[in-house]
């Protein structure tokens, strides 16, 4: 498993408007090559009266499966351009359509190109982009005596706090990046000097949203 990967948040869409042709983006996060077929079929029927449905998909943890389709458009110019997008933003998992209604102006081949990429950049800007890190929950149980001190330290730290629970001691669910278990230990038996005890639970991704991406 990766320690960590981008994709998209969940789904989103996005339109613009180049020389009267209207290009409408839609972006899906999708986990399965079947999961992508089905987002694709579902946006052509949404718009089969649209000129072109360009497709464009990436799957797996080292995208070994990536399809890209021009769907009526000059060779090159729409699935290939907007699968590329996709690879810039370092995105995985990702499937994205762009539906296009001719508008009479012909648009070249660049100006194709910069038509689908720009219009899937505007869709993932429209769904937002989140960071899936691999990581480790840790419970971590004290006496109340020690509730303030181990929630200041834990916000001010770079340790996910994820939930207090207020029970007849104090529990603290903290997601730690994994392979950091035992620096994360280490760093609580010296904060309350060997007081609290630590159980670690399951691995699994955690998202967070990213900006600037």
Not at 7 to 28: D, P
């Amino acid at each position: 498993m990766l320690e960590s990967y981008y994709t998209v948040k969940a789904e989103g869409s996005e339109e613009i408007t180049i020389q009267k042709s209207r290009f409408i983006g839609y972006i899906k996060r999708c986990e399965t090559e079947e999961a992508a077929q089905q987002f694709i079929q579902e946006i052509k029927k949404k718009h089969n009266d649209a000129t072109h449905n360009c497709s464009a998909y990436l799957i797996g943890e080292h995208d070994l499966i990536q399809k890209a389709n021009d769907d009526g458009e000059p060779s090159g110019t729409a699935g290939v351009p907007m699968l590329e997008v996709l690879k810039k933003k370092g995105l995985k998992d990702t499937a994205v359509v762009v539906t296009r209604y001719f508008g009479g102006i012909k648009l070249g081949a660049g100006g194709l190109i910069r038509a689908y990429s720009s219009t899937v950049s505007a869709a993932i800007g429209a769904a937002g982009i989140v960071e899936r890190q691999l990581m480790k929950e840790m419970k971590v149980t004290a006496d109340y005596k020690l509730l303030g001190k181990l929630e200041n330290s834990l916000r001010n730290s770079d340790y996910l706090l994820k939930d207090i629970n207020y029970l007849d001691n104090v529990e603290f669910i903290v997601f730690v990046k994994s392979g950091l278990e035992d620096s994360f230990s280490k760093w609580v038996i010296n904060l309350t000097s060997d007081q609290a005890t630590i159980q670690p639970g399951e691995v699994s991704y955690i998202e967070q949203n990213v900006s600037g991406k």
